[in-house]
Every structure is written in structure tokens, then in C-alpha cells.
């Protein structure tokens, strides 16, 4: 282990202040970046006002550190902004059980997303496709000639494809076929949704010109099939009972759509916390991701794990959109801090990570469920919930975490009855001494 990520060992145990310091340290923040981090330094009214209409307030979210995490042979620290026990717990200590006995490494297949240009009800499909293919390099050049600065950083439309699809909504439409053009652009570092959208609107008099037809939809897709990001974890001479109901936990996803939409879930409880924290559009990751896993027809798991001999194997694929550049991402502090501790310097870094967290998250969970049970091992981590729930001031919440940890060996259930006995013991016993000393 190196010298920097020392600092890191027992992070969780530590108090606010020395975590912070570590931290800082490790991830080469200033005291301005621990500001924003700790509230201190918060968004400024004026500012949110750009963000979004009709502003009243903040809805703040606790935003911590994923340990562990080695990625392609790099340790980083993860930020995860989040309101759900245990995920953070679950991709620090899976991390350190895949850093100590595997590896972990990210891949990226293509770079293009996509603008959709639809023309409805057409007229003549295969005549319209004749002339747009024939124009097809004009049309790219029409494209570029709108974001030049995108081109100048080495990205842009890149082709225009063309699909046809027959309207099977069951309407008595006069006309039933439609064609679908798919403007295929890298946006570089951007998410590039206003890039996209743009264009696809200022090709649309063009291509109604050109074709005497009717455009309707001008919009991205949040469906990037043209952008994969995959992740792989090996672990080296994995227990047999672990690895292979891990593996039967993987099967039951498959079979069932049912368990599937938990398993996926179980990924983006990974992903969805990173995109947040970076100030990237989670719901167009999930929108995409979930539409990716039912593109067979059917919905599946968008990981896969077996057994390889003595190892356990797990793959992760996914389309994936992020952005460094554009939106909030560089004009939310917190954000701007989340990808200064991550060290990222491009939109593929950012997206690798995110698969990578995914499927630790999701070897995680299936690791708990194959063995202490998804239940039990939330639940210790959730015991300071349901202290601060049931009424537990500061200096009572670890003596009640500790005695609710303890009730649930036994009776393998908390409930707030059981949590609230517990803390009137506690304070019953506390009385007592107080009345004998």
C-alpha cells in the first residue's frame, strides 16, 4: 500500500475533522474546497436561480467517500452523494476485498451519441433515404458548421444514419411508416444534449426542403448505444459457497425481469451517487441503462458473474453519457470539488468510474445476499437511523446503535418498538446511576 493511501485506512472510524484532513491531503484540496464540502461555503441564491425556475430553497444531501477503490491500477478516492445506508459501507469494503485479491479495469467502446430527426408519417421512405444519403456529406457539414467549437476540440457530427420504423401504436393512421434520421456526434468532455438538440432543429428545415417532407421530433437520445462503458472484476481463489451463489444470484436475474430490475438497481445504487455528487443528469444514465438492459425484448441484468475455476469473474456493460464541461458541472462548487478529488481530466474518466463503482456495488450486495443476508447486513449499518429515529439524542445514538446491533444477532429483525425498549433501558439505567452516585 502507498504512502498517500495510508491516509485512508480506517478513514470511517476517524472524527469529521481528522477524516477532513486526510482527506485533503490525499486528494490535494484547500481550504476553500473543505468549505464547500462542509456547507460552509454554500451556493449562493442567485446562482440557483440559473440552475432551475421558481427557487425557494436547497434539499442538501450527505455526500461521502467511497475507500479502496483501485481502478485500471489507480487508487481513487470516490465522492458519492447519497441518502441510502449502507451503499457507501458496500463499495468501500467489496473495493478492499477486490483491491487485496483481483483487479478491477474499465473499458470504452466508441464515443457518439445520439440526435434523433423524425419524420412521422412519410410519403415516400425509400425515396427520402435516396436524396439524404446523397446529401448525407452536406448534411454533416450543415451540422458542423453550428458547433464549431466542438469540432475545433476534435469533436462533431460524425455520420448520419437512417432507420426505418413502422408506427404499431394500433392507430388507424392514414400512413403507418415513418423514417428516423440518427445524427451521430462526439461531444468530447460534454454530456452534449444542448449540442445535439441544437443541431438536430437546425437541420430540420433542410431536410423538409430537400425532401418536401414533414419533420416532427428533434431530440437526443438518451439511449447511447454508440458510447459503452464496461468494467471487469476478477478475484483470485473466491470461497466456492461465496462464489457460487453469486453466481445463482446472477442466474435468478436472468430468468426473472422481476429480480432483474433489483439487480440493476443495485448497480446504479453505485452510479447514481457519482453523477449527483459531479452534478451530472442521473435520470438520463438511468433512462438509458434500463432501456439498454430490455433491448433484447426482455429485461435483463446489466452485469454478469461466474465462476473461473478457483476465481470469481463479473462483468459490467453499459451506455453511458457524462460530462466535465457544460450544465452545472462546472458551475456547482461541489461538483467542481467532487472532480477535483477524483483527479478527473476527461468524460471517459468520469464514466469508467462509474462502471466500476456499479459493479462493486452490485458484487456487494449479491456477496451479501449469497451470504449474511441483504437484510442483516443493512440493518447494522441502519442502526443509526432508527437511534436518531425513535428519539436518541447525540450522546445516546452509538450506546443504542451498539445494543439494536446485538437485538438483531438475536431476534435477526429491529423494529422501532424494539429500538425505542431499548433506548428507555438505556436511560433507565442511566437514572439509576445517577440516583446511587
Not at 401504436?169 to 415513418?178: H, K, L, Y
Not at 483470485?236 to 453469486?246: A, T
Amino acid at each position: 500500500m502507498g504512502k498517500n493511501l495510508e491516509l485512508l485506512q480506517g478513514i470511517h472510524k476517524l472524527e469529521y475533522e481528522e477524516r477532513m484532513k486526510r482527506i485533503q491531503d490525499f486528494c490535494d484540496l484547500t481550504d476553500e474546497d473543505l468549505q464547500v464540502l462542509s456547507g460552509e461555503k454554500r451556493i449562493p441564491v442567485s446562482t440557483a436561480e440559473n440552475f432551475i425556475e421558481n427557487v425557494v430553497g436547497f434539499f442538501p444531501l450527505p455526500m461521502g467517500v467511497a475507500n479502496y477503490v483501485n481502478i485500471d491500477g489507480k487508487d481513487i478516492l470516490v465522492p458519492m452523494a447519497v441518502e441510502e445506508t449502507s451503499i457507501i459501507a458496500a463499495v468501500s469494503a467489496t473495493a478492499k476485498w477486490v483491491r487485496q485479491n483481483g483487479t478491477l479495469r474499465t473499458f470504452v467502446r466508441g464515443n457518439l451519441i445520439i440526435g434523433q430527426i423524425q419524420i412521422p408519417n412519410i410519403r415516400n421512405r425509400e425515396r427520402t433515404i435516396e436524396i439524404l444519403r446523397d446529401r448525407r456529406e452536406e448534411l454533416i457539414a450543415i451540422s458542423n458548421g453550428m458547433i464549431p467549437g466542438l469540432v475545433k476540440r476534435g469533436g462533431g457530427v460524425k455520420d448520419i444514419v437512417f432507420r426505418r420504423l413502422d408506427h404499431n401504436d394500433g392507430s388507424m393512421a392514414p400512413r403507418n411508416q415513418m423514417l428516423v434520421l440518427h445524427v451521430l456526434c462526439d461531444p468530447c468532455d460534454a454530456m452534449g444534449a444542448n449540442l445535439i438538440n441544437q443541431v438536430c432543429e437546425g437541420l430540420k428545415p433542410f431536410v423538409e426542403a430537400w425532401t418536401d417532407e414533414k419533420v416532427g421530433m428533434c431530440i437526443l437520445s438518451n439511449l447511447v448505444d454508440g458510447k459503452i462503458f464496461a468494467a471487469e472484476v476478477r478475484i483470485n481463489d473466491v470461497d466456492p459457497k461465496v462464489g457460487f451463489g453469486i453466481e445463482e444470484a446472477t442466474r435468478f436475474a436472468k430468468a426473472d425481469p422481476y429480480r432483474a430490475a433489483t439487480h440493476n438497481k443495485g448497480v446504479l445504487n453505485g452510479i447514481d451517487p457519482i453523477l449527483i455528487a459531479t452534478g451530472n443528469d442521473w435520470r438520463a444514465v438511468e433512462a438509458g441503462i434500463h432501456a439498454y438492459a430490455a433491448r433484447s425484448g426482455r429485461y435483463h441484468p446489466i452485469t454478469d458473474w461466474k465462476m473461473d475455476g478457483p476465481d470469481l469473474v463479473g462483468t459490467l456493460e453499459a451506455p453511458m453519457c457524462v460530462g466535465i464541461v457544460g450544465g452545472v458541472t462546472r458551475l456547482h462548487p461541489t461538483a467542481v470539488v467532487a472532480m477535483k478529488m477524483m483527479k478527473i481530466q476527461s468524460s471517459n474518466e468520469l464514466a469508467r468510474i462509474c462502471a466500476a463503482v456499479g459493479l462493486i456495488q452490485n458484487l456487494g450486495a449479491l456477496r451479501a445476499l449469497s451470504t449474511v443476508g441483504i437484510v442483516e447486513g443493512h440493518m447494522k449499518l441502519h442502526a443509526s437511523n432508527i437511534a436518531i429515529a425513535v428519539g436518541a439524542e447525540a450522546h445516546e445514538i452509538e450506546q443504542v446503535r451498539e445494543q439494536l446491533i446485538l437485538v438483531l444477532q438475536k431476534e435477526r429483525s429491529i423494529s422501532f418498538s424494539r429500538a425505542r425498549d431499548v433506548l428507555e433501558e438505556i436511560r433507565g439505567r442511566r437514572t439509576l446511576d445517577s440516583a446511587l452516585y
